[in-house]
């Protein structure tokens, strides 16, 4: 702040007033903020968010409402009319409205019947085998622990 310490112990020297090169501050901090934003994007998969157009339909997720885009109102927020009114939201709380892609396919797709549904194709539980041992539909064996056998 550079003034004149009165109460800690210092040299003579170090009690001169130097005038702070603000500049260089700024511009030293600048450069290592930088370095840990290209530090740390990378890592967290940072990236920005797309443009949306003026007039285009939005989603609103957490409200579960589609809404149309108005206008801009500062670096960070939109102005937005859902079929409640108007609201103001930051872009990050939007999102462009999903696109439904059709596929349309020329075979015909069958419905499973009530049979099918009703009666599956592999068996769950598993099977004894001779022996006393017990298989599951895999193949494997099921052993009861050596504590519980009787002998």
Not at 20 to 48: C, G, M, T, W
Not at 108 to 120: D, V
């Amino acid at each position: 702040m550079s003034r004149n310490l009165r109460t800690v112990p210092a040299l003579p020297c170090y009690l001169k007033p130097v005038v702070v090169d603000y500049a260089r501050l700024q511009k030293r901090d600048f450069e290592l903020k930088q370095q840990k934003k290209d530090n740390y994007d990378p890592r967290h998969q940072v990236h920005d968010l797309p443009p949306l157009e003026i007039g285009n339909p939005v989603c609103i997720p957490w409200m579960k409402t589609n809404a149309t885009n108005q206008h801009e109102c500062g670096e960070r927020s939109l102005i937005v009319s859902t079929p409640k009114g108007q609201v103001r939201r930051k872009r990050r709380h939007l999102n462009a409205p999903p696109t439904t892609s059709k596929v349309v396919s020329n075979v015909p797709q069958s419905s499973p019947t009530l049979e099918q549904i009703a009666k599956p194709e592999s068996s769950v539980t598993p099977t004894k085998t001779d022996g006393g041992t017990v298989t599951t539909r895999y193949g494997r064996l099921l052993r009861p622990p050596q504590r519980l056998i009787e002998e």
